[in-house]
């Protein structure tokens, strides 16, 4: 498979995780979700939830598993983060590897087509979603600080142009919310 097509989202949000609604994943027959944690749920320096993530989680919950899979390393913050939200975690991820997402896949007990990979990052998120096979919806980020001090909105833009220079396309259209547009 070329590189453009392992950094190509099968649907691209173009806002938060927040307007990944219950007809969208109806229509794509998306059954369980691996959300990632960091810029995708919460900013990256943030431990707590939001009241309209814990909201968008109980709603979501009705019709899909929910399991947190992240990279970060912290295993007290990602805990915390889904103790609140009463999610299943795995911490230390170590994205684009697919071995914990698997793990997360099998735990739901669902075919691997059937569970949608969402993250803000296309080297780590798509990637490793697009990897095992699952469905792979990119996020913008919950936080759009361009602070200096959050160097991943520098990677996330490159990641963008790199992606896009190999051939994937990161426009909303209205194919992308079809049922078996995967690759």
Known sequence: MSWGKLLQPDLVLGNSILSLTLGIIQKNQIKGLVLDVDDTLVPIRDSNTSPELSEWVEEIRAI???????NNLSQYRIARIAESLNIPYIAGAGKPSRRKLKKAVDAMNLPVEQVAMVGDRLFTDVLA???????????????????????????????????????ASLSMSPYSLMPGNKK
Not at 64 to 70: A, D, G, N, Y
């Open 129 to 167: 979603g697009n990897r095992l096979g699952m469905f792979t919806i990119l996020v913008e980020p919950i936080s759009n600080n361009m602070d200096s001090e959050f160097p991943n909105y520098g990677v996330r833009s490159f990641e963008i142009w790199f992606s896009q220079l190999l051939g």
């Open 64 to 70: 899909t598993s929910l399991w947190l899979v992240s």
